[in-house]
């Protein structure tokens, strides 16, 4: 697969840490830090994009998988919540040091549906593209202009 996506993040004036953002489909947007890190808080944290991110592919790829199976799905909810817990209180964790970044989903199927159809549509959210890239190996490479 090599569809390249390109996003343009460029500081602004707006405020000490207000970025804004432009897709290479023409979309706009701003990110900032929340008031309590020294934010202006102008628009959604690093954070807030990401676990975004993950809940709209997730989202998307359960109404994708539904609609393909002929499924009554009526609506899909996906609640996210990002936190770092310690690696010693982390039983599946590789890391034994340190902090390790724990991302909480809680998903909403509602519909007329057997249980085999939900949890069919709960399972595929795990194969999302963008969950299955923030749990891959992931090489980012960066150069100086």
């Given at each position: 697969?090599s569809?390249?996506?390109?996003v343009v993040?460029?500081?602004?004036?707006?405020?000490k840490?207000?970025?804004?953002i432009?897709?290479?489909?023409?979309?706009?947007?701003?990110?900032d830090?929340?008031?309590s890190?020294?934010?202006?808080?102008?628009?959604?944290s690093?954070y807030?994009?990401?676990?975004s991110?993950?809940?709209?592919?997730?989202?998307?790829?359960?109404?994708m998988?539904?609609?393909?199976?002929?499924?009554?799905?009526?609506?899909v909810?996906?609640?996210?919540?990002?936190s770092?817990?310690?690696?010693?209180?982390?039983?599946?964790c590789?890391t034994?040091?340190?902090?390790?970044?724990?991302?909480?989903?809680?998903?909403?199927i509602?519909?007329?549906l057997?249980?085999?159809?939900r949890?069919?549509?709960?399972?595929?959210?795990?194969?999302?593209?963008?969950?299955?890239?923030?749990?891959?190996?992931?090489?980012i490479?960066?150069s100086?202009?």
């Amino acid at each position: 697969m090599s569809d390249t996506q390109t996003v343009v993040v460029s500081q602004t004036e707006q405020g000490k840490y207000t970025n804004s953002i432009e897709t290479s489909s023409g979309h706009k947007m701003i990110a900032d830090e929340p008031l309590s890190v020294g934010g202006d808080d102008l628009g959604p944290s690093p954070y807030d994009f990401l676990l975004s991110a993950l809940g709209a592919c997730k989202s998307m790829t359960m109404r994708m998988y539904a609609n393909r199976k002929g499924y009554n799905l009526d609506h899909v909810e996906v609640k996210l919540s990002h936190s770092k817990i310690h690696a010693t209180d982390c039983e599946n964790c590789e890391t034994k040091k340190g902090l390790v970044d724990h991302i909480q989903t809680d998903i909403t199927i509602e519909g007329d549906l057997t249980d085999e159809e939900r949890q069919k549509i709960f399972d595929i959210a795990a194969r999302c593209p963008v969950h299955r890239t923030i749990t891959s190996e992931i090489i980012i490479n960066s150069s100086l202009r």
